[in-house]
Each structure stands twice: as C-alpha cells, then as structure tokens.
C-alpha cells in the first residue's frame, strides 16, 4: 500500500521546479558559482594525511597488540636497538647495489666501490653542528647498526681462492657476515655461495621523539640528494627511504591530477559530438559542457568543505575526482532526453516543468541511492581509509545533485530561450533568411521549417540507431536470445565467484618513475625469498620449567618451521637456545645445585647465566618478566618467510599459518609491523557484508518510497543483484583480486546498476499505452541513448588516469570499466527485455485471474437467476393449485 508515496509528490514537485527554474534562471545559476567560490578557499587548507592509523583497521591484530606488546618488548633507540625485533615502522635509508656489467658483487674492484660508498653515507653532514649518521643512528650498546656483510673486504680473495666460504642462508661463518643482504645468489651443490647479483645496505636511525624525527627525515633527504649526486665506475645504486612512503601518497595524489584535464577535454569532446546533433536549432551542446563544468563544481566545493573540517586527503581519494566526472554527467542526459521529448510548440516554462516532472524522480532516485550507499560506507567502516573514501564521494555526490537540478537545469533554460527565439544551439546566432552552401552545413535547420519537426530529423544520430534497435528489441526472436545470453552471462559470473581471491602487497603506492618504484622493483627481483621475519608471541603466562610446557612450546616450533611460508633452518628461538645451554655438558659443574624444573631455578640460571653470555645477550629482548622476575608472562620466537609468487599468495599463506596456531595450548599472536595490509584484508568479508546488506536495505526503502510500480522495485534489485555478481564473477576471472580499492569500487558499480535500471523501469513504467511493447519501446527510446553516453563519459572520465601506473589506481579503473560495459549491457539490453517479459507475465496473471473471477461471477449470477426461475415456476404452480382448489 505504501509503494510509490512519494513518487506522485516528487514528480509535482519537480513540476513546480522546472517553473521556477525559468522564472528565477540567474538565481539559480549564480547562487552555485558564488557557493563554489566560496567552499573552494578551504582548498587553502589543503593537506595529505599521510598518518599510518588511517590504514589500520580497527580491531586487527595491529590495532589490539601493537600497544601491548611495545609495553611488554620496549626497544631504546639508543641502547639495544635491534632491526629484527622493532615492533612500527621505523626510519632508515636503505641501498641495493649491483654491478654495472650484471656480474657478481662479490669481486674485489666491485666491493671497494660499495666500502666507497658505505664511507660516503656514513660522512656526509646534514646541519650546521656537523651531524653525520654516527651522531643519529640508532644504537645497540653505544654502536651504530653495522652492515656486517661489508666485512667481507678483506676475506674477497680467500673466498677466490676458495680458501673462505659462505653457507647461504645459514651457517656459523655466515651469520657473522648477514648473508641474507646478497641479492640474486649462485649456490654450489653444497649450499656455498659462488656470486651475488647485488647487496643491500641499511642505515637506522634514531626517532623516538618529534625533535629526533624531524632529524631524521633531514638525514633521509640528504641521503637521497648525496646518492643522485655520487657517480660510480662499476656500482650502480636503487634506494630508498622511510618518508618515500609517504613521499608516494603525495607524488599519486598529483600524477593522478594533473589528468583530470584531460578527462575533462574528453569528456567535453564527446558531450558536444553527442548532444550537438546536425539539428543545430534543437541540439544542446552548451547544457553537455556547463555539465562537465557543475561536475568540477561539486568536486571542489566537496573538497573546499571537507578541508575546511580538517580532513585530509589519502591515496584513495586520487579517484575521486574521475569518478563524481563520471557519474555526473548521467543524470544531464536523462534531463536532456526528457526535453527533447517536450513538444517544441510550448513555451520554455511548460516544457521545463514537463522535462522535471519526467526525469526528476528518476535522477532524485539515482542520486539518493549513490548517496545512501557511500554514507553507509561512512558509519560501518572498520577501516579509516575507507571510510575517509565514502565520506569525499558521498559529500561530492550532495554536491554534484544539487548543481545538476539548479545550475544545470538553469542553463537548459537559457539554451531552451536560444532554441525558442531561433538561435543557433552553438554559438548563438540567428538562423539566417538566405543561407549560402557554407550556412546549409553549419546552420541545417531551415527558419521556415524549423517548426516542423517531422521536417528536421537530424540525417545521422544516435538517435537513428536507436529506433533501429527498438524495432529488432521487439521482436519474439530478440527476446529468447538475449535471455540466452543472459543466462550464459550467469552462469559465467556465478564460475567466477568461485574464483574468489584476496589480493593485497605489502609495497603499495609505487609510483612508476620514482627511486622508490625502482628500489622496490630490484628488491622483489633479488629478494623475493627470505622477505619478511615474523615475530611470534606466545602471550600468556607459561611456566618454561615444566617438561609438558616445554614438549607444547617445541612442538609448536617444529609444526610450524614445516609450514611451506617458513625458511625453517632459519627459526631463532631463545627458548630452544636455553635448553641447549643447559643440556651441554661443559656448564654441568655450573648448575648442578639447581633444579631446572623448579621455575625459580630456572628464571634464575636463564637471567643470572645465560643472558650474560655475549651470544645469547640479544635473547633478553624476546622475555617479558614480571615485576620481580619470578614468572615469564610472554615470549617471542622469530621466523623467516621462504619464497611466495605474490601478496595474494603470501596472504593465503599466512592465513594457513595462523591458523595452525589455534591447534596449540596456549594464546599466540604473529606480528609484523608491515602487517596492518592484511588487517585491512580481514576486514574486508565483514566490510564487505556489511556495506551490502545495507546498502541493499537503504536501496530497497528508497525504491518502495520513490518507484511507482512493484515491477520497477524487482527491476533495481535485479539489477544490483545481477551487475553485482557479474562484476565480482569477470573480476575474479581476470585475477583482479579483493582488497580495499575493489570494495570501495563495488558500491560505484551499485550505483551504475540503481542509475540505469532506475531510468529504464521509470520509463517503462510512464508510457501511456498499456501494451509490453509500447512500454519497452517507449524504455528503450527514452533511455538507451542516455546510458550510451553516461557509460562513455564515465570511461572517458578515468581512461586518461591509465597513464598511472599505481597498481591499486589501475585496479580501481579496470573494475570501474567493467562495471559501466556490464550495467551499461543491462540498462540497454537485459533490463528492457527481463522487464517486459515480468509485465507480460502480470498483465497475463490479472488478465487470467479477472476472467476466471468474470467467469465466476457469471456462473453465480446464472445460479442465482436459475434459483430465481425455479421459484418463481413454483409460486405459480402453487397460486394455481389454490385458485383450483378454490
């Protein structure tokens, strides 16, 4: 009963408003400028946020431990600094260096240069008191961290000779060097290093406090202005630094920019070819372009806004631009195509109030539904990122819809007075008495016929096609075919639903170009196998000393060093360490009195014995104590990561890997400060739940409001349904995986899919005739050309940004693509089709159910007459009978 109740309201509202519109056109044209003006000083306050807690999900592993355990495991910068056992990103500069020729680094002409290099890095000064990198560095006992691997110099002849060798990656010899930092490395079949492709070096810095951070990043800055200057005979140098992290946010944000130009001139390009047809006196080129002008509006007035409120920009609003350009323009041709349906007899005011009062409803809707499903992105998102997202294009989106039915709809005002008093559509000027053969091209619309429509079809437009197509959509045969490939277009998506894939790197913003695209391009080619070193914790109380505990603790390291993610042989474990100090007969005479499986005893050989052996010193950073050192209330146990092909395959992995851990008898976390990336990958089925559920709910209350027919509501969700699967399905087939940018992008394309079937089932709907195929010619006429031109415009909104080679950009435009090529196939196609044959199946169920209610309401009438007769025959039998009798 409820269906439709403000769609009759709505659509005498934007009756009214169309009026008003003509009535008060500048209002409504310089009221939108001087607002623009006015939000667009905020964009003085204009500011990246760069912050790591705006990736950080709320409740990932990240987001509950990191705190804790940097309470329990705390590093001073200044005294025990250890790289490996840092729980955040901290500040550093790093090289990878390689050989001119492509040979081996380890040649001693080859290795004087990178010594060359390290004195170089190590002297340069950064201030006027003369710091150098000794006097920032991070320190471990009073010494800065040390490239151990450049202790080699002096063995590179021995190792010619073969007199000194390397096991890789382990080995006693080898850990004094760090051979994990060669790159590229030739093994013999013992497992010896025969050559290096290259070598890295680190450089950590001290930054635990504001003052100490603003050093740093002064040191970073010179260490990469020191390294573009220094030239090499033999070395070639890829580095990078901490900031360049943040360096890159900025760098995307203004790659990504500077070609929202170049959309616009596309997107202009193909409005004028588009709206400018060869009838120069009716086409509206000049509405199409102060379109694309009101979609720059509301972007500048969203972003004036929101930097006035103190949010700042992150890498994934770089798209929003493209998109509010794209999704802008479709509710102009909707407003367009409704008035060139007006009769061109009336005046502008009437045909402006029927223009509204057809197109109104239907952009109110399709806006609505853009809005409500970013707003609800804004209120559930566990992940500030995205919520930021929502938050740009939901206020853009506010924006965009207020200009387009207010400064928009003026200009139409104005080209409908140009087309009234006889003015040529692009450049103003009157239609002349006596045209030359050069008037004929330019000015096609003869004065004296001009108001005969019939007379002043455009010779070829899109227009054209589209009746060509209207005929052949009628037919029976059409019908069964595209609901053939409807089917196979379904059952191809649900395949590739099962296809279903997370993809995520931990290297995000490599902006191509940049020293920190090609550092991370030789790392991933030299560095690819022992990659990351996972800190596992085991976080509860444990007592070390009883043989079970121990037995658990042990089987837990061997269970998971078989796991396919972990280098094995490369475990570090203070734990087994212990046992083993314990176990070795030369200490027995050291020991004997105590009882190792007392756990005072034990905690008490381990802090007063072991952790004083200068090996084994390191190992008091991975125990956490009580406050009187009587209990272990956590430790931590590290393990390097093997090969994995990719972020996606490295996540599957990792999730293997932890859930290994919910086997054994006591809570564990894996930590890895990079790590928040896969935070933000477990967030994402729940994100994604969510935000569909929702955004399904909110479509479905605006669709029962607004849409005037039940039909029109199960077309919307059809479509949200179908372009939905569709997109995931051809996603997952083209290996575009899921993550953060692809969820952000889904809620766009239920817009897609709300904009067209919303157009095409109100016009379905608002046809006078009665009749399916009146109905969907009257559809496929009012709505094929708009969704023609909403889909190229979006694609030509984001096509230039392809020149940015960001992986996560490039993701975000190939699923946008694929959205507007899938919805745009169901507004022209699926939807018309599937429509009608729903309102075939209705007009039959009525038909068949009003004529088996006739028929029944026949046959009671002739029962009741038949009743009637048969009294009526007995009255008479009887009044004779009397009268007889009398």
Known sequence: MMIGIAYHYLSQAFQKHGINISRNTSWYITVPIFVTLILATGLQNFHHDLDEDSIVPTGGIIDKYKSRLMQLFPTNFKRNFDPARVLRNIHYGTVIVQAFDGGSVLREFIFREIVSLDREIQNFVINEEGWKYKDICA???????????????????????????????????????DVLTLGGVELNEEGYVLSAKSVKLFYFLYDSNKLAEEIAIKWENRFVDTLNKLNFSYIKINKDVSHSRDESKKQLFLATLKYIPSSLVLMMTFTIVSCLTPDFLRSKPWTGIMSSVSTGMSIISGFGLLQYAGIGVSPMETMVPFLILGIGMDDTFVILKAWMKTDPTKSVQERMAETFSESGVSITITSLTNIASFSAGIFIATIPMYEKFCMFMA???????VYQITFVAAILVLCGRAEQYRLHSLIFIKFPENETLLQRIFC?????????????????TLTKFVDIFNKVMKKRLTAIVVLLVYFIYLGISIWGLTKFSYEQE???????????????KTNEKYYNQYKYRLQLYITEELDYSNPITQRNVEDMLQTLESDPLIAGSLTESWFRSYLQFISDNRINSFINGYNLTNSEDFIFVLRKLFLRIPEAKRFGHDISFNANFTKIVSSRFFFQTNITKNGSDFYNQFNNFREKLNSFPFSTVVYHPLFYH????????????QTLCIVLFTVFIISCTMLPNVICIVCVLFSIISVGAGVMGFMFLLIVGLNITSVSVLIVVIGYSVDYAAHVSC???????????KRLENAISMTATPIVQGSMTTILAIIAALNVSEKETLLSIKIIILACIIAGIHGIAFVPIIISLIDRIFQKYHYLRS??????????ETERNTNTSTTQSTGINIIYVTDSTL
Do not use: Q
């Open 444 to 460: 096609f619309v003869r004065p004296e016929d001009s108001k005969n429509e019939k007379d002043n079809k455009p010779i070829v």
């Open 763 to 773: 016009a379905y709907i608002s046809a006078a005739e009665n009749c399916p195929d």
């Open 506 to 520: 931990l290297d995000m913003n490599l902006v191509h170009g940049t020293y920190r695209y090609y550092y991370h």
């Open 678 to 689: 896969f935070d933000i990958l477990d967030a994402i089925p729940t994100t994604t739940i």
């Open 851 to 860: 004529k088996w209610k006739s028929s029944k309401t026949n046959a009671k």
């Open 395 to 401: 206020v853009c989106l506010i924006f965009d819809y």
């Open 139 to 177: 320190k471990n006992e009073g010494k800065c961290y040390v490239n151990k691997i450049l202790l080699l110099e002096n063995k590179l002849k021995e190792f010619k000779s073969d007199t000194f060798r390397l096991k890789y990656p382990n080995g006693n010899i080898s850990r004094n060097y």
